[in-house]
């Protein structure tokens, strides 16, 4: 659909489900990409902790009659919707993990950006003579994660997670991808790895601690993590300390952000704009905390 015909026939309402979310910059990116295309975006915040798959499937609904182009889903839905939807992308089928939902003619069809988002993020880190990367948790932005290295062929791919079982399904799941081995602990998925990402939530605030102990960080390193509040995580300022290259959860929060636009409208959106929205709001949120 062009811009013009996609402005003119309807107002783009877009949103997130997940919890705690009130510190998302996605209002802020979505509604700025919006704007520089001409379109009147509004992008709804839909915090309910705890929810259940009643609770989950009646907020779907609303997206479905309400007049959503779509929606994300973030911590802790997003394996949780999967059941819920009515068609699933290939690559979202594959991980069985939901960050997208797109609303079309009354159907609802999950996708999974995280993936395409962190797959065009990490790439640059790679090196072409081969790569053993550890990821730390399995859940659902762990899997997009796990999914991403194994699409951008990394060689030795690690994962861990307190789940076992967790991270038995994944590599299950990874077999057909390139395969992934289980590591029995963080010492073990970190042993000789040129790579770590962490895919848990451990470091976002109010939470301060770290996925892995700083002993096990090292100069000839790369360290990336899925956390972005705060921008440097513990994780990522004890991987600068030893030397380490790091990588925030900038670019994955833009990229997948950007990916997720083009499913909602067909337009691909401004990564720019996109990324000096992320930056407006991370000024303001560390302004404001070290204000407290």
Do not use: C
Request: glycine share 10%; no cysteine.
């Amino acid at each position: 659909m062009s811009k013009r015909g996609y402005a003119a026939s309807k107002k783009l309402l877009t949103g997130l489900i997940g919890a705690p979310i009130a510190h998302s910059a996605s209002p802020a990116m979505h509604e700025r990409a919006a704007e520089a295309l001409g379109l009147r975006g509004h992008y709804q915040l839909i915090e309910v902790a705890g929810a259940d798959a009643a609770g989950l499937r009646m907020m779907l609904e609303g997206v479905r009659r309400l007049g959503f182009a779509g929606v994300n889903v973030t911590y802790p839905y997003k394996e949780a919707v999967v059941p819920l939807l009515d068609e699933l992308a290939p690559g979202a089928a594959a991980m069985g993990a939901v960050n997208t939902v797109v609303a079309r003619d009354g159907r609802l069809i999950g996708h999974n950006t995280d993936t395409t988002g962190f797959a065009r993020a990490v790439a640059p880190l790679l090196a072409p003579s081969g790569n053993a990367v550890a990821v730390i948790g399995t859940g659902g932005v762990g899997k997009a994660i796990a999914f991403a290295l194994a699409s951008l062929k990394v060689s030795g791919l690690r994962i861990f997670d307190s789940e076992t079982a967790r991270a038995e399904k994944l590599a299950s799941l990874l077999a057909r991808h390139g395969g992934a081995t289980v590591a029995k602990s963080v010492e073990d998925a970190l042993d000789g790895a040129t790579g770590l990402v962490n895919g848990t939530p451990v470091g976002m605030l109010p939470n301060r601690g770290m996925p892995v102990p700083a002993t096990l960080l090292h100069e000839k390193m790369w360290v990336a993590d899925a956390v972005y509040s705060p921008l440097i995580t513990p994780l990522l300022a004890a991987a600068q300390a030893k030397g380490a290259r790091i990588m925030t959860g900038r670019e994955l929060a833009i990229y997948q952000a950007a990916d997720a636009f083009e499913l909602f409208t067909g337009l691909a959106p401004s990564t720019e704009d996109m990324g000096e929205a992320f930056d407006e709001v991370m000024a303001a949120r560390s302004a404001a905390y070290h204000a407290a």
